[in-house]
């Protein structure tokens, strides 16, 4: 099992940037593929992206290719989201997920979910 807890949101200026981290507890960091998703007030949860277990692969929705990067850190046991020009449609509350598969394709079947950061972009 492995816990996330997520840090990083805050508000900030469209056009700006923002680093989203998700530490996971345990050992087993390196066994998981990670994923970004985000949730906006009165919309569905939506995927952002994913990355595979050796950091070599990576995945991401239309709506951030180009803008966001992830990564992920073994020795911090942490996966990042770094988000550039960021637009006002970016607000949301991010959640990071873990799952020993990985699938680069848009889908929620994640095992483990964190309880998320708010994210807020002014225009």
């Known amino acids: 099992q492995v816990q996330l807890v997520e840090s990083g949101g805050g508000l900030v200026q469209a056009g700006g940037s923002l680093r989203l981290s998700c530490a996971a507890s345990g050992r087993t960091f390196s066994r998981y593929a990670m994923g970004w998703f985000r949730q906006a007030p009165g919309k569905e949860r939506e995927f952002v992206a994913t990355i595979n277990i050796s950091g070599g692969g990576t995945f991401y929705a239309d709506s951030v290719k180009g803008r966001f990067t992830i990564s992920r850190d073994y020795d911090a046991n942490t996966v990042y989201l770094q988000m550039n020009s960021l637009k006002p449609e970016d607000s949301a509350v991010y959640y990071c997920?873990?799952?020993?598969?990985?699938?680069?394709?848009?889908?929620?079947?994640?095992?483990?979910w964190g309880n998320g950061t708010l994210v807020t972009v002014s225009s």
């Open positions: 997920a873990a799952d020993i598969y990985y699938r680069p394709v848009v889908t929620f079947d994640y095992a483990y």
